[in-house]
Nanobody, 128 residues
Framework: VQLQASGGGLVQAGGSLRLSCAAS?????????????MAWYRQTPGKQRELVAK???????NYADSVKGRFTISRDNAKNTVYLQMNMLEPEDTAVYYC??????????????????WGQGTQVTVSS
């Protein structure tokens, strides 16, 4: 299973970036996987990874207080893709951003397997 993130880069303070992350693949090679919550986390050196934004399969969202009003999370369920539109970026937003996808998949014997996939991370750097 893969989560492929893209869209990071270097931007000046006040600028914008849009991150994308597409989930693909399965454990059992059968079309029995459902992706539920998808989210973006970020991490800077020496700090714990923090939740930036989360979106359910139904479209409900929540955000870290530090990004409310500036970041918008959205998703395309047909493509199992999650987006993070980041506006009014600040130097404090500099971090490696990781996407996640929570899934449930059924084995050939019908047993449910739940888990969370993580993307490889994409660097966002905001200069002052």
């Amino acid at each position: 299973v893969q989560l492929q993130a893209s869209g990071g880069g270097l931007v000046q303070a006040g600028g914008s970036l849009r991150l994308s992350c597409a989930a693909s693949g399965s454990i059992f090679g059968r079309n029995t996987r459902s992706v539920n919550d998808m989210a973006w986390y970020r991490q800077t050196p020496g700090k714990q990874r923090e939740l930036v934004a989360k979106i359910t399969s139904g479209g409900s969202t929540n955000y870290a207080d530090s990004v409310k009003g500036r970041f918008t999370i959205s998703r395309d369920n047909a493509k199992n893709t999650v987006y993070l539109q980041m506006n009014m970026l600040e130097p404090e937003d500099t971090a490696v951003y990781y996407c996640t996808a929570d899934y449930i998949e059924y084995s050939p014997s019908g047993e449910p397997v739940v888990g969370r996939d993580w993307g490889q991370g994409t660097q966002v750097t905001v200069s002052s």
